[in-house]
């Protein structure tokens, strides 16, 4: 059983700074990539961030410059520097991860239960 813990979401004034956590935990045998995901009330869930277990980093367009995702390989976390937030990041944030568990040759795609992050205008 492989899980996705996720802390560090909460109520923030616009232009203010938060950072997400996000540890996988379980029978893993490797991860390829993890990331971030939001959903705003009456939107898809949408990509903000992912980095490859390589380094290779992908950001939407809308975090460029504000957001800065980081990885502790050795721990299977991940991380989301969240800094001049604006309102319009108020979301849910979600964790996901690509990995292969022990004993699989499949990849495995793992969401977290989502963590709120509310700014306030």
Do not use: H
């Not at 898809?44 to 410059?65: H, I, P």
């Amino acid at each position: 059983q492989v899980q996705l813990v996720e802390s560090g979401g909460g109520l923030v004034q616009a232009g203010g700074s938060l950072r997400l956590s996000c540890q996988a935990s379980g029978s893993i045998f490797s991860i390829s990539s993890m990331g971030w995901y939001r959903r705003t009330p009456g939107n898809q869930r949408e990509l903000v961030a992912t980095k490859t277990t390589g380094g290779v980093t992908n950001y939407a367009d809308s975090v460029k410059g504000r957001f800065t995702i980081s990885r502790d390989n050795a721990k299977n976390t991940v991380y989301l520097q969240m800094n001049s937030l604006k309102p319009e990041d108020t979301a849910v944030y979600y964790c996901n991860a690509n990995l292969i568990p022990y004993g699989s040759v499949k990849n495995l795609e793992v969401w977290g239960q989502g963590t709120l992050v509310t700014v306030s205008s």
